[in-house]
Nanobody, 124 residues
Framework: QVQLVESGGGLVQAGGSLRLSCVVS????????MGWFRQAPGKEREFVAA????????YYADSVKGRFTISRDSALNTVYLQMNTLKPDDTAVYCC?????????????????WGQGTQVTVSS
């Protein structure tokens, strides 16, 4: 069973930065497309960012473009989310997600495995 464990959340002032990490327990991490999602209280879960293993293409929600950066380190089985210029609206539980695929240029949209999440709180 693939397990995902997030870390790096916390309390930060508006304008500050955080870097989230997600370690994936699998021997085939290099074949996983990875994503980050968030869910704020009373709201539905929303897509934040994703990265495709085949060509390292990245995808972002409009609300975070230019502020957040997703990256991965296959040697460490880890995906990161660098969050800069944080806003109170970014407050949420952030979860990473994974999907295995042998297709190098598979579309990135659905995920099979999810982490428990890490809380990010941005104060004004």
């Amino acid at each position: 069973q693939v397990q995902l464990v997030e870390s790096g959340g916390g309390l930060v002032q508006a304008g500050g930065s955080l870097r989230l990490s997600c370690v994936v327990s699998t021997r085939t991490f290099s074949r996983y497309n990875m994503g980050w999602f968030r869910q704020a209280p009373g709201k539905e879960r929303e897509f934040v960012a994703a990265i495709r293993w085949g060509d390292s293409s990245t995808y972002y929600a409009d609300s975070v473009k230019g502020r957040f950066t997703i990256s991965r380190d296959s040697a460490l089985n880890t995906v990161y989310l660098q969050m800069n210029t944080l806003k109170p609206d970014d407050t949420a539980v952030y979860c990473c997600a994974a999907k295995y695929t042998d297709v190098r240029y598979a579309s990135v949209g659905e995920f099979d495995y999810w982490g428990q999440g890490t809380q990010v709180t941005v104060s004004s």
